[in-house]
């Protein structure tokens, strides 16, 4: 299984646009990325998952270079509310889904 | 739809007591996850499922043993609680094996 590395902590202001980095050297062929958002005393919840290039939803957009041993998470104008802890997983079919330490952002007024 | 449901929210034990912890979800989903999380760090895999039936281990499966014998329900049991596995547990399902989610509430264990 891939191991990723992510920075520990990140701060930001209001309406900045944030942008987190995951390291996953070892990244297997059938391995696909996905990130994920905690918040104190919950469940993380998935924001957005890709396998290649560029995948954009609602909330956030992932960035995946063309050897796919990194992906930045990009967060844009972040608000207060987007204080959390961010994940990045790498995972196959295998099914067995390991997460790594996380980064916790601080968004700042 | 309730999604992913556990039991209990809270629990108390003394080191030795057993307890189970279950995890209820209303959406079909093949896919189970047991998580613990320590106070300041990322969550680790206790154990999963892929299907009825089935079980696996994950990272951290020493202290706990799961089953899975019917597809709505994942249980965690801990047969003789040491102090070290006081955690906040949390519980997932999945219809897809590359995504978990959605998580359940958490269940918060001290055992003292």
């Known amino acids: 299984l891939a191991k990723t590395t992510q920075p520990i902590s990140m701060d930001s202001y209001e309406g900045q646009e944030v942008n987190i980095t995951c390291s996953h050297n070892?990244?297997?062929?059938?391995?696909?990325i996905t990130w994920y958002q905690q918040f104190p005393s919950q469940g993380p919840r998935f924001i957005i998952q890709g396998y290649k290039t560029k995948v954009t939803n609602e909330v956030a957009s992932l960035f995946i270079p063309a050897d796919r041993k990194s992906s930045t998470l990009s967060l844009p104008r972040v608000s207060l509310s987007d204080t959390a802890v961010y994940y990045c997983?790498?995972?196959?079919?295998?099914?067995?889904?390991?997460f790594g330490q996380g980064t916790e952002l601080s968004v700042k007024p | 739809n309730a999604g992913v449901t556990q039991t209990p929210k809270f629990r108390v034990l003394k080191t030795g007591q057993s307890m189970t912890l279950l995890c209820a979800q209303d959406?079909?989903?093949?896919?189970m996850y047991w998580y613990r999380q320590d106070p300041g760090m990322g969550l680790r895999l206790i154990h999963y499922s892929v299907g009825e039936g089935t079980t696996a281990k994950g990272e951290v499966p020493d202290g706990y043993n799961v089953s899975r014998l019917k597809k709505q329900n994942f249980l965690l049991g801990l047969e003789s609680a040491a102090p070290s596995q006081t955690s906040v547990y949390f519980c997932a399902s999945s219809y897809s094996n590359f995504v978990a989610g959605p998580f359940g509430q958490g269940t918060r264990l001290t055992v003292v």
């Open positions: 959406m079909n989903h093949e896919y």
């Open positions: 070892n990244i297997a062929t059938n391995d696909y």
């Open positions: 997983l790498v995972s196959n079919q295998g099914g067995k889904l390991i």
